[in-house]
């Protein structure tokens, strides 16, 4: 339990703040592997309101195609960030396309804006530090590896435990197997064995007192037993 991938552990990270929106708008920007990830689970967490932003526009708005949404290009970020309550951002820029300008103009602008930002650039997207306003929440790469590395820690505590169900397990299913391995001996021999045996052995009983009878009757039965035995330790030898 727990995720391990960068995008995967960001919207685990973003999963109890988003549940506290009601319908929020959600923008991503950039389209590349870690924007689908992001994007394909933000959509098993039932929330459909996306839209893309990327440099090239057609490049955005067919990516975007996928989750029945819109693409835009870079130059409409400031009013796109405007609508929207959490920005999730990777690109490949070399500098931020998210501007303490840009920001500043939207505080400015509407005071009480919300915003939560999850960076996942390497280098940064977003120019602004994390305490550059108290209503806007920064996490970048660190925070997401601090996030996937205490699932990696409980996952190693966890080795013992998952070590010990293997060998559970792998015991049940060799004494099941060494059972099975045989069932055809028991299962084929033995019924002929006993049918051999009744056969043979039904014109006798009728000349035998009752009493003698059971004696025989048992007797011949721990044979049937002992030889179909003999049977099968001869073919686990071979």
Aim: glycine share 4%; net charge negative; with cysteine.
């Amino acid at each position: 339990k727990g995720a391990c991938s960068v995008s995967s552990a960001a919207i685990e990270l973003l999963q109890t703040k988003i549940k506290k929106l009601k319908k929020p708008s959600i923008l991503l920007v950039g389209v590349n592997q870690m924007t689908a990830l992001a994007a394909k689970g933000i959509r098993r967490l039932n929330y459909g309101n996306m839209i893309f932003a990327n440099r090239t526009e057609q490049k955005a708005a067919t990516f975007a195609a996928q989750f029945e949404s819109t693409g835009h290009p870079l130059t409409e970020l400031p009013d796109l960030i405007d609508k929207s309550d959490i920005l999730i951002t990777c690109t490949g820029a070399n500098e931020p396309i998210i501007t303490s300008d840009m920001i500043s103009t939207l505080i400015a602008a509407k005071p009480d804006k919300k915003l939560l930002i999850v960076d996942m650039a390497i280098p940064r997207d977003v120019e602004i530090e994390k305490d550059f306003n108290p209503n806007i929440e920064v996490y970048d790469l660190e925070d997401i590896k601090e996030h996937v590395k205490k699932h990696q820690q409980r996952r190693e505590l966890a080795i013992p435990r998952a070590q010990e169900i293997i060998d559970q397990k792998l015991s049940e299913f060799n004494y099941w197997f060494e059972h099975i391995l045989y069932e055809p001996v028991y299962n084929g021999l033995g019924d002929t064995f006993e049918a051999i045996r009744q056969d043979e052995m039904a014109s006798v009983y009728m000349k035998l007192p009752p009493e003698i009878k059971d004696e025989v009757e048992n007797a011949t039965k721990a044979l049937v037993y002992k030889l179909l035995q003999v049977k099968v330790r001869t073919a686990e030898d071979s």
